[in-house]
């Protein structure tokens, strides 16, 4: 790396010789748990999708946003964050502990380098809990099954997927997931998700070379979505007010919405 800062840790999946995803996202937003190879591809992605930087921040910002609302102003204190990314400042559990000191956390991934940094998410407050589980979103009964060690399924459960359904390829399989992981949680639940689309009220156009480039130069693949299909993973939930929008716009305080062609969305389970 260009500042000498090499991640800690290791493992028998960790291949630092092609970019992943979890390490340019970190590139992106600024951090340091990230390669040289992370920073050539993030980089010519950069070049081809000047915004993708700017998704980048808006998607950490509206994890923000919306688990301030869910463990402020909805009184929720569990979260399933599914595709759960390198450590940065204010992670799921901060956010929400900070809030309500006892909220549980269950972190999943199964990406190798945010399962080394796993133990920067396992701080947390005395009386709440956090625990991370290494799996695979093509799994999500195992996740569930996982997951019901350190979560009351019978309580109401903030299930995240921000960013991840899209390394789902298939559309069909991406919605049985969250249907899978839905059924699980009672009612009151939330699923809290974003999404590229390559819609261009959105400005989302570019998303198609840059994806494509990403494919044949990183892992894992990628796709973008129509909003259409993306709003079709919030079947059978109530979309909460301001709908499903730019991930920059949803709840964002006046003067500050970004438009971004990442959709952003918070629902409740009836």
């Known amino acids: ?41 993030g980089e010519h992605v950069a070049g081809m999708f000047p915004i993708i930087r700017d998704i980048a921040r808006a998607d950490r910002d509206f994890l923000g946003r919306a688990v301030s609302f869910l463990a402020g102003e909805r009184g929720v204190r569990q979260f399933l964050d599914i595709g759960t990314g390198l450590p940065t400042a204010d992670n799921t559990h901060e956010i929400a502990q900070r809030l309500a000191p006892d909220s549980r956390i269950v972190y999943v991934d199964n990406d190798p380098i945010v399962l080394v940094h796993a133990r920067t998410l396992l701080t947390g407050t005395q009386d709440g809990v956090t625990a991370y589980i290494d799996a695979d979103v093509h799994d999500p009964d195992a996740i569930v099954e996982r997951a019901g060690e350190t979560l009351d399924f019978s309580r109401p459960v903030a299930v995240m997927m921000l960013g991840i359904l899209n390394f789902v390829l298939d559309v069909e399989k991406a919605r049985d997931i969250v249907r899978r992981v839905m059924a699980a949680v009672p009612s009151g639940s939330f699923l809290v998700l974003t999404h590229p689309t390559f819609d261009d009220e959105l400005g989302g156009a570019g998303q198609i070379p840059a994806m494509k480039f990403w494919n044949e130069n990183a892992t894992p693949p990628i796709t973008a979505r129509g909003g259409a299909d993306i709003a079709a993973f919030f079947e059978g939930l109530e979309v909460l007010e301001p709908g499903m929008v730019s991930c920059g716009q949803w709840r964002a305080e006046p003067g500050s919405a970004v438009l971004v062609p990442q959709y952003g969305a918070v629902a409740v389970k009836p």
């Open 1 to 41: 790396m260009s500042d000498g800062h090499t991640p800690s840790g290791g493992s028998a999946r960790l291949n630092t010789g092609v970019a992943h995803n979890a390490r340019v996202w970190n590139y992106w937003i600024g951090g340091k748990d990230n390669y040289e190879v992370d920073q050539q591809v």
